[in-house]
């Protein structure tokens, strides 16, 4: 039996933050279970039960039955029960602050931004096949090009969101950026020179480019099963 069950949907960034953090650690004893937001899966009594807003991911455990909701809440309990090194030491106070400070920034004036354009440009416009709101989109994108200015000057100081060392806050922003590249608004990151140099450095890590790679490979075949 695994360790936990996973539930989320294919292609969803906040699931992929979970997957990336189990596989930085190389643990690889979870289930993954699909849900058909198509047919309301995520919507079920017995789903609800799990996330009651009916979002995704949400995680629950075999041996106790213990269930937690929201994605960056998982990958901090993930990286402390099974000792994955992407959490500061709890020694540190001013590490485990700055780690505090960096999510904190990710949450407030990245996270909704890239969520928008995700969704618009992704969900809606390649998946669903519904038109896109660009009044939101560009909304988005102002936003975003407002975070990458000043984050091109944080990250010339350091090489990772919250110091030098890679760690989960760099994970929590994977999965979007990814999706910015995507839907074709990757000149987003790449034309900073410091933004893009963090992003090479990510990318670069094993973990993160075996799992896109076998992400891009999947999305290639189900859009072309779509067509």
């Not at 004036?109 to 440009?121: M, Q, R, T």
């Not at 994108?141 to 200015?149: D, M, P, S, T, V």
Request: proline residues 5%.
């Amino acid at each position: 039996m695994p360790a936990f069950t996973l539930y989320a949907f294919n292609g969803s960034t906040n699931a992929d933050r979970v997957r990336l953090t189990l596989a930085e650690g190389g643990f690889t004893d979870y289930e993954f279970k699909h849900l058909d937001f198509r047919v309301g899966e995520h919507k079920s009594p017995e789903y609800l039960r799990r996330h009651p807003w009916g979002k995704v991911p949400a995680i629950t455990f075999s041996a106790d039955n213990f269930t937690l909701y929201e994605s960056r809440a998982i990958c901090k309990y993930l990286a402390t029960i099974y000792s994955i090194p992407l959490l500061p030491p709890s020694s540190d106070a001013k590490a485990t602050a700055l780690f505090d400070q960096a999510q904190s920034v990710e949450t407030l004036y990245f996270a909704e931004h890239a969520g928008k354009i995700s969704f618009e440009k992704f969900a809606k416009e390649k998946f669903l096949g519904l038109p896109a709101d660009e009044t939101v989109v560009q909304g988005a994108l102002k936003g975003l090009e407002a975070f990458f200015g000043i984050m091109e000057g944080i990250l010339g100081e350091r090489k990772f969101m919250a110091g030098d060392e890679f760690g989960l806050v760099d994970v929590f922003y994977v999965p979007s950026v990814q999706r910015l590249f995507q839907v074709g608004y990757g000149d987003l990151v790449a034309k900073g020179p410091n933004v893009s140099a963090w992003w090479e450095r990510c990318t670069g890590r094993p973990a993160i480019k075996k799992m896109m790679d076998e992400d891009r490979e999947k999305m290639e075949k189900m859009m072309a099963a779509k067509a």
